[in-house]
C-alpha cells in the first residue's frame, strides 16, 4: 500500500492510499481525523485500563494496632492507613532503652511512610526493631483483610502439674512459673526415674 498526497489536499490534512484490488489499483480516500480519533480513542482505553489497575483498593481504611515484644518490655505499632497506603504511623516503646531502641523507634517511625513493610532494622536495635517490624507486618496483614493468628498470651503465676514417666509407674512432677508472658522458670521434682550413665 502506498500513501499519496492529494493534490491541494495537504493543508487539509487529507490522504489517498493506493490498494492493489482485483481489476487494478483502487484509491482509498480516508479522512486522516477519522483515523486520530480512533487511535486516540485506543490509547485513552489503555491508559484508562491501567489506571484503573493501579488505583485498585489495597487496605481496608482504618487504624490498625499491634504490640510486640522488644528489648525492654511491649513495642506498640499504631498504622492508619487509607485504600492505597499509610497515612501516618505511630510507635510506642516506653520500655525500650532510649539511646538504642529509641533510636529505632524515632528512625523507622519516618521510614515506613515511604517504606512501608520494606523498612529497614536499626544497626544495634535488633530487639526493637524486629518487633517493630513484625508489629508492622501483622497490622498490614489485618489492614488487607488476611486472617492473622492472635498471639498467646500468659498469665503470670506459677503452675504445676505432672505425667507418668519413662515405666509408666511413677509421676514427674513439673513446676512452671511464668513472669511478663515468658517462662521464668522450671522446676522438676522428685519422681522414680533412674538416670543411665553412660
Do not use: W
Not at 61 to 69: A, L, N, R
Not at 104 to 119: N, P, Q, Y
Not at 146 to 173: C, I, M, Q
Not at 180 to 187: F, K, M, T
Amino acid at each position: 500500500m502506498k500513501m499519496i498526497n492529494r493534490k491541494g489536499a495537504h493543508a487539509a490534512g487529507r490522504y489517498a492510499a493506493q490498494v492493489p484490488g482485483k481489476n487494478g489499483t483502487v484509491t482509498v480516500k480516508p479522512k486522516f481525523s477519522a483515523v486520530l480519533l480512533i487511535v486516540a480513542l485506543a490509547l485513552g482505553l489503555t491508559v484508562g485500563c491501567r489506571t484503573l489497575k493501579n488505583e485498585a483498593a489495597q487496605y481496608t481504611p482504618g487504624i490498625y494496632t499491634v504490640s510486640q515484644k522488644g528489648y525492654g518490655g511491649e513495642v506498640t505499632v499504631s498504622v492508619t492507613v487509607d485504600s492505597k497506603a499509610i497515612t501516618s504511623v505511630r510507635i510506642s516503646g516506653d520500655r525500650e532503652t532510649p539511646s538504642i531502641g529509641g533510636r529505632a523507634v524515632k528512625a523507622m517511625s519516618a521510614e515506613i511512610l515511604t517504606k512501608g513493610d520494606k523498612v529497614e532494622a536499626v544497626s544495634g536495635a535488633t530487639f526493637t526493631s524486629t518487633a517493630i517490624k513484625a508489629a508492622l507486618s501483622e497490622a498490614l496483614a489485618r489492614a488487607k483483610g488476611k486472617k492473622v493468628s492472635a498471639a498467646l498470651t500468659l498469665n503470670d503465676g506459677t503452675y504445676e502439674s505432672s505425667a507418668r514417666g519413662f515405666h509408666l509407674v511413677n509421676l514427674v512432677p513439673i513446676t512452671v512459673k511464668i513472669s511478663a508472658n515468658r517462662i521464668a522458670a522450671i522446676a522438676i521434682g522428685k519422681n522414680g526415674e533412674r538416670r543411665i550413665l553412660r
